[in-house]
Every structure is written in C-alpha cells, then in structure tokens.
C-alpha cells in the first residue's frame, strides 16, 4: 500500500508502507493491501504504520479523515508529527502543542486589539 499523510499546507508523508493502524470514532483498526476500500473520521491519537523493511513507525494525528482505495491511503488531518520511538513522539508532541499554544496566544492578543480599535472607532463616531 502507499500511504499519504496530508496536512492543510504539505505533504508530511507519502511512501509505502504494509500495514497501518489507525483510531476512528468506533475504535481500533489495522489495514492491510488486501482489505476492502473504507472512508472512515479519525480521532486524535497515534497512527501507526509498518515499512516494507519490517520498521514500525508512529505518527501523533489530530482528528482527520483516512481513505482507502486500492492500494492507496491517504489521511487528511490538521496537524501531525512522526517518529520511528514513542518516546520521541512524545516529546515532539509537546513541543508542537507549545508552539501551537504561543502562536494561539498571540493570535488572541492581536484579536483583542483589534475589537479594542473597533469599539474605539465606533465610539469616536457616535462623538461626531
């Protein structure tokens, strides 16, 4: 099978792969080549892939949709980060939710000035 891991902006993984797991709404579930074609919402959690090579590998996902058809699976999801050590995910995982947390920090910051400036401006034409 060929997976692909598609974020809004990039494409964070596209190679081949034997089997991969993944966490719906329902639960659980392992695809492999031979399974029959799904579309199915992911949930936040750990997808999980194997290579060619036997090497398993791990992907932390937000919630997302996953496509199988053929051989090709694609996963479309807001935000990811992988690693071949749980481990290591974790840490990335942090890390990634630190940076999310300071960008939406700043984001909230600039909005409040924003309607601040808003309410100013309609203040000063109510003064006209």
Do not use: W
Request: proline share 4%; hydrophobic share 45%.
């Amino acid at each position: 099978m060929k997976l692909k891991v598609l974020l809004p902006n990039q494409i964070i993984l596209d190679q081949p792969v034997t089997k991969i797991i993944a966490e719906a709404v329902n639960g659980s579930f392992c695809l492999l080549p031979r399974h029959i074609d799904l579309v199915t919402a992911l949930t936040p959690g750990i997808l999980s892939f194997t290579l060619p090579s036997g090497e398993e590998q791990f992907m932390a996902i937000d919630e997302g949709i996953l496509i199988k058809c053929q051989q090709e699976v694609l996963v479309s999801t807001l935000n990811a980060v992988q690693s071949d050590n749980l481990e290591t995910l974790k840490q990335a995982i942090e890390n990634q939710f630190y940076i999310l947390d300071e960008q939406e920090k700043a984001t909230r910051s600039a909005l409040t000035k924003f309607e601040a400036n808003i309410i100013r401006h309609f203040q000063e034409m109510g003064n006209l």
